[in-house]
């Protein structure tokens, strides 16, 4: 039985992610010690270029909302077809580096937390990359009807987040006990920070997702990343 994460942990979680900010690329992008060797490494991109591929097909326009946009991997290329972006993080860092990376005055940035926040308007789409993992079980159907509650009837919805896999993403870093939504994450300096950490079951998620009201596809990857798309349902 997961028990419920306090607001500690979500406090030590949010300063983890400010804190990473400037080796998060690494993460993605397999450098230095987050390289798993030649091998997994080209799994790893492959894999990748998978989700891309369904993001880019999804074709997401109009006004769209980013939810913990981060350094801008995902902004890069949503950037191509929204005609304006609200990209909303807990983190000044991320924004900062997110704002310098991809350079559009298309996109406004508000810092915020996404437990609290809550819009004044609705938009054409969302996006959300590497983030439902990191919502604490017990609040995760409040936070799929709060999503649902930001986007119009018909409008497009994207996420991406990672697979339990064993060793975890890469080699310092291990995933959560099967019973534990908390996990350990230790930075380049050395530092150790407890963070959220959840995996999914396809068919848990998609009916939670449809239960907020969400009309989703979900996919898995071979190894690495869990994925969905789909349209909100429902007023």
Same mark, same amino acid.
């Given at each position: ?29 397999? +450098? ?68 310098? %990376? ?53 409008? %497009? ?16 870093? +291990? ?8 996990? %350990? ?11 959220? %950490? ?12 449809? +239960? ?24």
């Amino acid at each position: 039985m997961n028990s419920p994460v306090s607001a500690q942990t979500l406090q030590e979680m949010k300063m983890y992610y400010q804190e990473r900010a400037h080796e998060y690329d690494e993460w993605f992008y397999r +450098q230095g010690h987050y390289s798993q060797g030649a091998e997994m490494d080209a799994r790893w991109f492959v894999e990748a270029d998978e989700v891309f591929t369904a993001f880019d097909t999804l074709h997401l326009t109009g006004d769209v909302l980013e939810l913990a946009p981060g350094t801008g991997i995902w902004t890069e290329r949503l950037v191509r077809t929204a005609t304006t972006i609200t990209a909303v993080d807990a983190s000044a860092e991320m924004i900062e580096i997110n704002r310098a %990376k991809v350079g559009s005055d298309r996109i406004s940035y508000l810092q915020a937390d996404l437990f609290t926040w809550r819009p004044e308007r609705t938009y054409d789409g969302v996006l959300f990359a590497f983030w439902i993992s990191h919502v604490p079980l017990e609040r995760l159907d409040d936070f799929l009807r709060s999503v649902a509650s930001m986007l119009r009837s018909g409008s %497009k919805v994207f996420f991406v987040d990672g697979q339990r896999t064993p060793g975890g993403s890469f080699a310092h870093n +291990q995933p959560p006990a099967q019973d534990s939504q908390l996990t %350990k994450r230790t930075l380049n300096d050395g530092r150790t920070f407890e963070i959220v %950490k959840n995996y999914y079951d396809l068919v848990d998620l998609a009916a939670r997702c449809t +239960q907020a009201g969400f009309d989703i596809t979900l996919r898995e990857t071979a190894t690495y990343f869990l994925y969905g798309y789909g349209t909100r349902t429902r007023d």
